[in-house]
């Protein structure tokens, strides 16, 4: 087996500043970051730790832009919306016959990329104001995405240190061991999910 067709990816598209108020097209010539690093070694549990924390870094250096501090995932997802959303008076793309928010892909991201396929497994993402109380589709698929990578390193075996078992009853999943991610699942049920929403078709994707 070639490890190294395994690696990870942090995907970052976020505004620099606040521009809330301001024009849409004048934000985007200077504020708009986007950021592609990846995170490849021989030991894939050691590019998955320095991939978590230059993750980590990103979202410290939000914090230290609007002079707070990150305290947990969850507070995070409140706080740093403030970067993925620019708040502008004109904030539409149109692609062909249809219009998206121009923030809707705004995220700060890790992926596990195995061969040609590429997974979210942690991350941040706009969310419009009137959706934070729905699941967010991507979690859902996160979700799935965790459960295969831990199975990936089983498959192989490879270094698997501080795995963790979470419960995801309330996803129809049971109860699933995964590698350690900053999110918490124990506030899952309570803050984000559509108990209605049936996830276990993720699973199903190859």
Known sequence: MDNKKSHYL????????QMHNANHHEAKKDNFCCINKTFDDADLSMARKEAFAYYQSLIDVLYEAFGDSYTTDQQARIDLQTF?????TQSKTRIGKMTFDDNLFNEIAVY???RTEKRL???IWYRPKDEQHQLDERLATTSG?????HEYYERHHLTIEGETLCDMTDLNLGFQFVLPTPFDWDGLAEDNLTKETPLLHYLSQP
Do not use: R, S
Not at 145 to 149: P, R
């Open 112 to 114: 596990w990329v195995n």
């Open 121 to 123: 497994i942690h991350g």
């Open 145 to 149: 995405n965790l459960i295969k990578e």
């Open 10 to 17: 942090v995907h970052g598209l976020f505004w620099k500043g």
């Open 84 to 88: 993925l959303n620019a708040g502008c």
